[in-house]
């Protein structure tokens, strides 16, 4: 009887500690449970905080943050006697300088027309920079004129080069393109043999084409007047 009830009593001890298990389990799963509504219900708000937001926050907001490092940076260096400007520029490493250079090296630096040689000269730049070299024909070609490649007060290769028809047909090509751009940009305007001369040079031309744009039908009937000769 004894070892009977010894068995009962141990079979309701484990029974009692699995019981005690599962409960601490499911505290655990309730706990678990309730911290991710939590977090799901804190990160519905701020989703709904961004999106109330401008499109463009994020690049204001490191914009400000930005302002406000270098003011306090101005402040501590000022503070320290030293040359704002001058610790910025110690601090730009190497990598952070050639990005920069890449940069402006991008960047359009026509700024329209400022004269002739100025024009001639961008010209120029665009025109190398669609230079597409032939290694085979300059190699071929260093191998026909020997010494006389890298010519000297002493050589006589004048007149000797032959073009190819490939080189001519693309100066051809380029050419035209130029032609055709320019027309775009330079178009002739028509001369107008009936039309009333009233200036006394070309420059006196354009401004009295422009002051008629604009203050000609203010001025239409004085015109009028003064051709007919019955002005007040």
């Known amino acids: 009887m004894s070892s009977s009830t010894e068995e009962e009593q141990q079979t309701e001890a484990d029974v009692s500690l699995k019981r005690e298990a599962r409960l601490r389990k499911f505290r655990e799963l309730h706990f678990k449970r309730n911290e991710a509504r939590k977090i799901n219900h804190q990160e519905v708000v701020e989703e709904d905080k961004r999106l109330k937001l401008p499109t463009n926050w994020e690049a204001k907001k490191a914009r400000l943050e930005w302002e406000v490092a270098e003011d306090e940076k101005k402040k501590e260096c000022a503070e320290r006697g030293e040359d704002y400007h001058r610790v910025k520029l110690l601090e730009i490493t190497a990598e952070d300088a050639e990005r920069w250079e890449r940069k402006k090296k991008k960047k359009n630096p026509d700024t329209g027309f400022a004269g002739y040689a100025e024009a001639q000269f961008r010209q120029y730049q665009r025109l190398t920079r669609q230079i597409r ?71 006196n031309a354009k401004f009295n084409k422009k002051a008629e744009r604009f203050y000609g039908k203010y001025t239409a009937e004085i015109k009028q007047n003064l051709e007919r000769g019955t002005a007040v």
């Open 133 to 203: 070299p032939d290694m085979e024909s300059y190699e071929k070609q260093r191998e026909d004129c020997g010494e006389d490649f890298h010519p000297t007060s002493n050589s006589l290769i004048h007149g000797t080069h032959v073009p190819s028809k490939d080189g001519i047909d693309r100066m051809v090509e380029d050419v035209e393109k130029q032609i055709e751009k320019r027309a775009k940009y330079s178009r002739r305007r028509a001369y107008n043999d009936d039309a009333d001369i009233d200036y006394i040079n070309e420059r």
